[in-house]
């Protein structure tokens, strides 16, 4: 059985950083591209950051390029996303997903989602 068990939401006000975590178990996670989504109140689910197998390559959104990054430690099965100047727009529930041999881009679907995590940001 996959899981993907998501932490490090949490309150945080303008201009704060958060680094969220994603444990991946019941999958070879060598084999597996990641990637991180969010979904804000009345809007629809959205890649942010993803990263390929090994961690060589990474893609991010317009949106959070230079304020977010991805990494992933294949030894201890999990994905990280470090955000930082954080503003009111980020606010959204973080979702980390996990796609079989993919490469990082803009992804729509993926092979396995976690239950997310809340992010606000105050003004």
């Known amino acids: 059985q996959v899981q993907l068990v998501e932490s490090g939401g949490g309150l945080v006000q303008a201009g704060g950083s958060l680094r969220l975590s994603c444990a991946a178990s019941g999958l070879t996670f060598r084999n597996y591209a990641m990637a991180w989504f969010r979904q804000a109140p009345g809007k629809e689910r959205s890649s942010v950051a993803s990263?390929?197998?090994?961690?060589?390559?990474?893609y991010y959104s317009d949106s959070v390029g230079g304020r977010f990054t991805i990494s992933r430690d294949n030894a201890k099965n999990t994905v990280y996303l470090q955000v930082d100047s954080l503003k009111p727009e980020d606010t959204a529930v973080y979702y980390c997903?996990?796609?079989?041999?993919?490469?990082?881009?803009?992804?729509?679907?993926?092979?396995?989602w976690g239950q997310g995590t809340q992010v606000t940001v105050s003004s």
């Open positions: 990263i390929s197998l090994t961690g060589g390559a990474t």
């Open positions: 997903a996990a796609k079989r041999y993919s490469v990082p881009g803009p992804w729509l679907d993926a092979d396995f």
